[in-house]
């Protein structure tokens, strides 16, 4: 199983540029789980735009637009990468993207929109602080804990920014640690041994004091090439499952706290099947990850895999089939996220809809998998394919 491989891709090893190639989840659920924000495209400017589906009433609303002067000015410039995530208690919510892509000196900016209620909207803009930082800013959301934002930036350098204040400081960590965020964004994990050896790291998984900086190591991967890509942690943080870059049988390896590792074969998949491992259940009995099986030479399907942890059969739920392009690094953008109930799957395939290959208009969508229903019933929320000037970012 060719999955791909995060640290052929390390930033100190190549242009910020190629970066692009691995954008993840752009979906988020409110603390409620009554709405999702999620990534779409402006059918007037033909920009990409965050907005919000309502569960209730099944409708969607534009909510912002970044606007950077490569995209605006340039109708053939790679789109813009936004991220939306919900703050608080879901009455704000925050969108960061990436400008100056085009050289070595990118800022990072945030903005503070409110959603539900009056208020000012706030934005930040962090400049020249991306040696090696933006692989880490694509990957997942930005941790957040209270009203602080935390920035992995640089191999050892931690970018504390109060959302509510402006004020922002650094902090110095050693060589290759970065931070993630919590499912309730009430601490920071890291991954320690992160050095941009290509052939290694990470070796360690913790929980990170976001203001002493103490470390608690939780789990020591004995594997040296775990993929930071493929890699859950579940709510209660007693388990911890990943996968190995390269690794020719498709298993999970999983840590679980006062027990010996072992691992879940993934062989009923097909051997050409990626799976990208990303939640666990509640109850941290069941894995969720996205899915590519090739279909032909030059098709994909896309979809859902449910691996319980008990050995039951693993579940997959297709929701695109056929899509043209085979494998050119669109895979990691399918990424899922989880409803804070854990009734619910979400997914986006904005990402497969740029270029000469884009899925089809149907398959350009918001999909929620409703996990309580024998079925797996799938909602689809259309999204704009993007303007046919807008190449891929994955090149």
Same mark, same amino acid.
């Given at each position: 199983?060719?999955k791909?491989?995060?640290?052929?891709?390390?930033?100190?090893l190549?242009?910020?540029?190629a970066?692009l190639?691995?954008?993840?989840a752009?979906?988020?659920?409110?603390?409620?789980?009554?709405?999702?924000?999620?990534?779409?495209?402006?059918?007037?400017?033909?920009?990409?735009?965050?907005?919000?589906?309502?569960?209730?009433t099944?409708?969607?609303?534009?909510?912002f637009?970044?606007?950077?002067?490569e995209?605006s000015?340039t109708?053939?410039a790679? /789109?813009?990468? #936004?991220?939306?995530?919900?703050? *608080?208690d879901?009455h704000d =919510?925050?969108? +960061?993207w990436? &400008? $100056?892509?085009?050289?070595?000196?990118?800022?990072?900016?945030?903005?503070?929109?409110?959603?539900?209620?009056?208020?000012?909207a706030?934005t930040f803009?962090?400049?020249?602080l991306w040696?090696?930082?933006?692989?880490?800013f694509?990957?997942?959301?930005?941790?957040?804990?209270?009203?602080?934002?935390?920035?992995?930036?640089?191999?050892?350098?931690?970018?504390?920014l109060?959302?509510?204040?402006?004020?922002?400081?650094?902090q110095?960590?050693? /060589?290759?640690? #970065?931070?993630?965020?919590?499912? *309730?964004?009430?601490?920071? =994990?890291y991954l +320690?041994?992160? &050095? $941009?050896?290509?052939?290694?790291?990470?070796?360690?998984?913790?929980?990170?004091?976001?203001n002493?900086f103490v470390?608690?190591?939780?789990f020591?991967?004995?594997d040296?090439?775990a993929s930071?890509f493929?890699?859950a942690?579940?709510?209660?943080?007693?388990?911890?499952?990943?996968?190995?870059?390269?690794?020719?049988?498709p298993?999970?390896?999983?840590?679980e706290?006062?027990?010996?590792a072992r691992?879940?074969?993934?062989?009923?998949?097909s051997a050409d099947?990626e799976?990208?491992?990303r939640?666990?259940?509640?109850?941290?009995?069941?894995?969720?990850g996205?899915?590519?099986?090739?279909?032909?030479?030059?098709?994909?399907?896309?979809?859902i895999v449910?691996?319980?942890l008990?050995?039951s059969?693993?579940?997959?739920?297709?929701?695109?089939?056929?899509a043209?392009?085979?494998?050119k690094?669109?895979?990691?953008s399918f990424?899922i996220?989880i409803s804070?109930?854990?009734?619910?799957?979400?997914?986006?395939?904005?990402?497969?809809?740029?270029g000469?290959?884009?899925?089809?208009?149907?398959?350009?969508?918001?999909?929620?998998?409703?996990?309580?229903?024998?079925q797996r019933?799938?909602?689809?929320?259309?999204?704009?394919?993007?303007?046919?000037?807008?190449?891929?970012?994955?090149?």
């Amino acid at each position: 199983m060719n999955k791909p491989t995060v640290r052929k891709l390390t930033p100190a090893l190549i242009g910020l540029g190629a970066l692009l190639t691995y954008i993840l989840a752009c979906t988020s659920f409110s603390p409620d789980d009554s709405k999702v924000l999620y990534i779409t495209v402006d059918p007037k400017s033909g920009m990409n735009s965050v907005a919000v589906y309502d569960r209730k009433t099944a409708k969607s609303e534009l909510l912002f637009e970044p606007v950077t002067p490569e995209a605006s000015n340039t109708p053939s410039a790679p /789109p813009v990468m #936004v991220r939306p995530q919900w703050l *608080g208690d879901g009455h704000d =919510f925050l969108a +960061a993207w990436l &400008t $100056g892509m085009d050289n070595s000196n990118a800022s990072v900016n945030l903005a503070v929109l409110p959603f539900d209620r009056r208020g000012p909207a706030r934005t930040f803009s962090l400049p020249d602080l991306w040696e090696d930082g933006p692989l880490w800013f694509y990957m997942r959301p930005l941790p957040v804990v209270g009203s602080t934002v935390y920035i992995n930036s640089g191999s050892n350098v931690l970018v504390r920014l109060n959302l509510e204040t402006g004020n922002v400081s650094l902090q110095t960590n050693e /060589p290759g640690l #970065v931070v993630l965020p919590s499912p *309730g964004n009430d601490r920071l =994990f890291y991954l +320690a041994g992160m &050095t $941009g050896d290509p052939t290694k790291g990470p070796n360690e998984f913790g929980v990170l004091d976001p203001n002493t900086f103490v470390r608690t190591p939780l789990f020591q991967i004995k594997d040296t090439n775990a993929s930071v890509f493929s890699m859950a942690v579940s709510r209660d943080v007693k388990r911890l499952a990943y996968e190995v870059d390269d690794e020719k049988t498709p298993i999970v390896h999983l840590l679980e706290t006062g027990q010996p590792a072992r691992t879940i074969s993934l062989a009923s998949l097909s051997a050409d099947t990626e799976v990208l491992l990303r939640h666990f259940s509640p109850k941290g009995d069941v894995l969720y990850g996205a899915f590519r099986t090739p279909n032909g030479a030059t098709q994909s399907d896309y979809g859902i895999v449910e691996v319980p942890l008990d050995g039951s059969p693993i579940r997959r739920t297709t929701l695109i089939t056929g899509a043209k392009g085979g494998d050119k690094g669109g895979f990691p953008s399918f990424q899922i996220d989880i409803s804070h109930d854990g009734t619910t799957l979400a997914v986006e395939s904005l990402w497969l809809g740029f270029g000469d290959d884009a899925v089809k208009a149907e398959d350009c969508a918001l999909f929620l998998v409703d996990l309580t229903d024998p079925q797996r019933k799938v909602t689809k929320v259309p999204i704009p394919l993007p303007p046919k000037s807008r190449p891929s970012p994955f090149k």
